[in-house]
């Protein structure tokens, strides 16, 4: 069943988006009572998207300062990506040989799910859940709970990345190509689409942090 849209849901919709095309500067400071009056409703709902929206990175709150739009950094943002490709590439080299098609089955119905427009914060769990399907086989623990380390640390970003026009559908077909030489047994090919599908990602995140208006 679909979870019914709140106030907050709506109220941090409008603010992250706001925040993601740089309307809302980072470091401006985000002042409930400002943010009801606003969108003519109270306080409450306004604290539980502040609270939605740092959970995801988007702001911070200070308990004497007040919440502030988080800053992006782009030199983050592209050592992340570095730390991802080298672990996820190897990851997969090792998991190849042990990837079923059960496994790929698995990876395409997470796929579906996205593409039937799972919502936004849905996404990044999914799109987490999509990649480590593949990973999980290569039996490293401590490979896999780095990369697990890694794309927390990428989340606010992975949530960005979501909301760039398009972005979505492109990394739709750049998961199927990875299944799809998965299930050629082609592990060359595999890892090469899983690099082009990191890097593509990482340039189109910069990119739209630096041009954005």
Same mark, same amino acid.
């Given at each position: 069943?679909?979870?019914?849209?709140?106030?907050?849901?709506?109220?941090?919709?409008?603010?992250?988006?706001?925040?993601?095309?740089?309307?809302?500067?980072?470091?401006?400071?985000?002042?409930?009572?400002?943010?009801?009056?606003?969108?003519?409703?109270?306080?409450?709902?306004?604290?539980?998207? *502040?609270?939605?929206? &740092?959970?995801?990175?988007?702001?911070?709150?200070?308990?004497?300062?007040?919440?502030?739009?988080?800053?992006?950094?782009?030199?983050?943002?592209? &050592?992340?990506?570095?730390?991802?490709?080298?672990?996820?590439?190897?990851?997969?080299?090792?998991?190849?040989?042990?990837?079923?098609?059960?496994? *790929?089955?698995?990876?395409?119905?997470?796929?579906?799910?996205?593409?039937?427009?799972?919502?936004?914060?849905?996404?990044?769990?999914?799109? !987490?859940?999509?990649?480590?399907?593949?990973?999980?086989?290569?039996?490293?623990?401590? !490979?896999?709970?780095?990369?697990?380390?890694?794309?927390?640390?990428? &989340?606010?970003?992975?949530?960005?990345?979501?909301?760039?026009?398009?972005?979505?559908?492109?990394?739709?077909?750049?998961?199927?190509?990875?299944?799809?030489?998965?299930?050629?047994?082609?592990?060359?090919?595999?890892?090469?689409?899983?690099?082009?599908?990191?890097?593509?990602?990482? *340039?189109? *995140?910069?990119?739209?942090?630096?041009?954005?208006?």
């Amino acid at each position: 069943m679909v979870k019914p849209r709140t106030a907050a849901d709506h109220i941090a919709d409008r603010l992250r988006e706001a925040i993601v095309k740089g309307l809302i500067e980072a470091g401006t400071a985000l002042r409930q009572d400002d943010l009801a009056s606003k969108f003519g409703i109270s306080r409450m709902p306004v604290r539980d998207a *502040l609270r939605a929206l &740092e959970a995801e990175g988007f702001v911070s709150i200070h308990p004497t300062r007040g919440t502030f739009v988080s800053l992006i950094d782009t030199g983050e943002i592209q &050592e992340i990506f570095v730390l991802r490709q080298i672990l996820e590439c190897a990851a997969l080299r090792l998991a190849f040989p042990h990837i079923t098609a059960e496994m *790929l089955d698995a990876a395409d119905r997470i796929l579906d799910r996205i593409e039937e427009g799972a919502d936004f914060a849905q996404w990044g769990m999914l799109n !987490l859940q999509f990649h480590m399907i593949l990973y999980r086989p290569c039996g490293n623990r401590r !490979l896999l709970s780095t990369i697990e380390a890694q794309n927390n640390a990428a &989340e606010r970003y992975i949530r960005f990345l979501a909301t760039i026009k398009d972005f979505r559908s492109r990394s739709g077909a750049e998961h199927r190509d990875i299944v799809a030489a998965c299930r050629e047994g082609n592990q060359t090919r595999a890892i090469e689409r899983l690099t082009e599908h990191l890097q593509v990602g990482c *340039l189109t *995140l910069t990119d739209a942090v630096e041009n954005r208006s």
